[in-house]
T-cell receptor, first 113, second 113 residues
């Protein structure tokens, strides 16, 4: 089944403790991206990747890192999480950067205390 | 400043009627515009994509219009059903030093039986 898989689905952590949210897609898509979703603000793009080893900042990249060492994986790294990073996070992939639908993962609800 | 606005209030309609959702944007020149459906606690699901040189696109009970002069897209669901109740997101694909997708905050639709 074609899908985007994120892990974990839920995570509660403490301020400053490094964490990684994994994202994997099995559709051989070139473009992957991370979003955070907050009430009233909608989805905001954090980082995106056009292909392996090619990543770029979205609209809200501060406090986040990403890597794209393999085509299928695009992990999101929070080196030193803070409470303002408490949010619902979505990974998405699409065949191309534009003109194609995006497939979203199930979401990761992160709480930083 | 650049922004995307969708109906900020929830939309309540009776089953069988046509639901019309609005997406307005300023200071963007999108190459494409997309509509997604999102159910509570789930990732967005792609519905339709329309190109800047297309006026209208249809898929089953769904219709999207795109007016680049007015900077507006309308999303219609005809013969609406309670199962159509969800949040609908408008998204712009833009080329801005890279390839980005910018989402609106969404409109919550309730269809009453």
């Amino acid at each position: 089944e074609a899908q985007v898989t994120q892990n974990p689905r839920y995570l509660i952590t403490v301020t400053g403790k490094k964490l990684t949210v994994t994202c994997s897609q099995n559709m051989n898509h070139e473009y992957m991206s991370w979003y955070r979703q907050d009430p009233g603000l909608g989805l905001r793009q954090i980082y995106y990747s056009m292909n392996v080893e090619v990543t770029d900042k979205g609209d809200v990249p501060e406090g986040y890192k990403v890597s794209r060492k393999e085509k299928r994986n695009f992990p999101l790294i929070l080196e030193s999480p803070s409470p303002n990073q408490t949010s619902l996070y979505f990974c998405a992939s699409s065949p191309l950067a534009l003109n194609t639908e995006a497939f979203f993962g199930q979401g990761t609800r992160l709480t930083v205390v | 400043s650049q922004k995307i606005e969708q109906n900020s209030e929830a939309l309540n309609i009776q089953e069988g009627k046509t639901a019309t959702l609005t997406c307005n944007y300023t200071n963007y020149s999108p190459a494409y515009l997309q509509w997604y459906r999102q159910d509570p606690g789930r990732g967005p699901v792609f519905l339709l994509l329309i190109r800047e040189n297309e006026k209208e696109k249809r898929k089953e009970r769904l219709k999207v219009t795109f007016d680049t002069t007015l900077k507006q897209s309308l999303f219609h669901i005809t013969a609406s059903q309670p199962a159509d109740s969800a949040t609908y997101l408008c998204a712009l694909d833009i080329i801005d030093g890279g390839f980005k997708t910018i989402f609106g905050a969404g409109t919550r639709l309730f269809v009453k039986a």
